[in-house]
């Protein structure tokens, strides 16, 4: 499948690594739109938030236990959030699940 997220995932495309394990990979943004920006990604292809089920939440459920970590990782220490855009109205520009996590700054109020 012609998807970057996995490219990245398998190390055919290299990222700035934040975290890796066998499940999930952070990565920092190409493109960052706060001064610390992060991917997180399940290894195995999700295409986006609506295609989460019964038999890949774990995936997900490990992404949610990871991401405080992650966060330090990155150095951020006083908040963050995680956003994922889904389909057409959510702007989502890659077709594999990922969470955003913003931080190392105050962030705008609104989220839309
Ligand atoms: P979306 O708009 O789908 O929610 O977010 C996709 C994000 O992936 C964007 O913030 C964009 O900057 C980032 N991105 C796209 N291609 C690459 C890439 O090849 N490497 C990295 N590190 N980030 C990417
Ligand atoms: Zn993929």
């Known amino acids: 499948m012609d998807c970057i997220f996995c490219k990245i995932a398998n190390g055919e495309i290299p990222s700035n690594k934040v975290y890796e394990d066998d499940k999930i990979l952070a ?19 999700i295409s986006c938030a609506d295609e989460i089920n019964e038999a ?14 992650i966060a330090r990782l990155a150095g951020i220490k006083n908040g963050y959030r995680v ?29 839309a």
């Open 56 to 69: 890949n939440c774990n995936d997900i459920a490990h992404i949610f236990v990871k991401i405080p970590g």
């Open 27 to 45: 990565f920092y943004d190409l493109n960052p739109q706060a001064k610390v920006h992060v991917l997180v990604i399940p290894k195995n292809h």
């Open 83 to 111: 956003i994922t855009n889904c389909g057409e109205d959510g702007c989502q520009s890659v077709k594999h699940l990922h969470y955003h996590v913003l931080g190392g700054e105050k962030l705008s109020e609104k989220m």
